[in-house]
C-alpha cells in the first residue's frame, strides 16, 4: 500500500513539473518563479504540490525573515533522485510523440464514436 501510495504522488503530472522546474532553476526558487515555470498550474495547486514535496522530504522549504517574508524552495537529494527516471520518461515522449499522435488520428479515423461526432475518416 504506501508503495502505491508513492508511486502515486511521484506519477501526478504537477509533482513532475515541479520537481523538474527547480531542477531547471538551479535546484532552488520561490514561489513566483515556480508558478511562472509550470504553465496551466493554479496557485492553489502549487502551494499544495510544494507542501507534499515538502512532507516526503523531496523539497525543502526556507523561510527568510523579511518583509515582506520572502520563501524558497529547494530540491533534496531525495528530490534529485527522481529527475533521472523522469528524464528518461520526458526523452521517451519527445522521441515517440509523432509516433503516438499518428497512432491517435489512425484511431479516431477509425472509431465509430469519432464518426459519429461528424469527424471525416482520415485515409
Same mark, same amino acid.
Given at each position: ?6 508511486? @502515486?504522488?511521484?506519477? &501526478?503530472?504537477? =509533482?513532475? +513539473? ?6 531547471? #532553476? %538551479?535546484?532552488?526558487? *520561490?514561489?513566483?518563479?515556480?508558478? *511562472?515555470? $509550470?504553465? %496551466?498550474?493554479?496557485?492553489? =495547486?502549487?502551494?499544495? @504540490? #510544494? ?12 523561510? +527568510? ?6 520563501? /524558497?524552495?529547494?530540491? =533534496? /537529494?531525495? %528530490? !534529485?533522485?527522481?529527475?533521472?527516471? @523522469?528524464?528518461? *520518461?520526458? &526523452?521517451?515522449? !519527445?522521441?515517440?510523440? /509523432?509516433? $503516438? *499522435? &499518428?497512432?491517435?488520428?489512425?484511431? &479516431? ?8 461526432? %461528424?469527424?471525416?475518416?482520415? $485515409?
Amino acid at each position: 500500500m504506501a508503495v502505491r501510495e508513492l508511486l @502515486t504522488k511521484i506519477g &501526478d503530472k504537477w =509533482t513532475i +513539473f515541479v520537481v523538474l522546474s527547480l531542477d531547471l #532553476l %538551479g535546484g532552488r526558487a *520561490r514561489f513566483s518563479e515556480l508558478e *511562472r515555470a $509550470v504553465p %496551466g498550474i493554479s496557485q492553489r =495547486t502549487l502551494s499544495s @504540490t #510544494l507542501k507534499n514535496l515538502e512532507r516526503d522530504g523531496l523539497a525543502i522549504r526556507e523561510l +527568510f525573515p523579511a518583509a515582506p517574508p520572502r520563501v /524558497e524552495y529547494e530540491i =533534496t /537529494e531525495l %528530490g !534529485k533522485s527522481l529527475l533521472r527516471p @523522469t528524464q528518461g *520518461r520526458v &526523452d521517451r515522449a !519527445k522521441a515517440n510523440w /509523432e509516433q $503516438v *499522435r &499518428d497512432a491517435q488520428s489512425n484511431y &479516431d479515423a477509425r472509431s465509430p464514436l469519432a464518426l459519429q461526432r %461528424g469527424a471525416a475518416p482520415r $485515409v
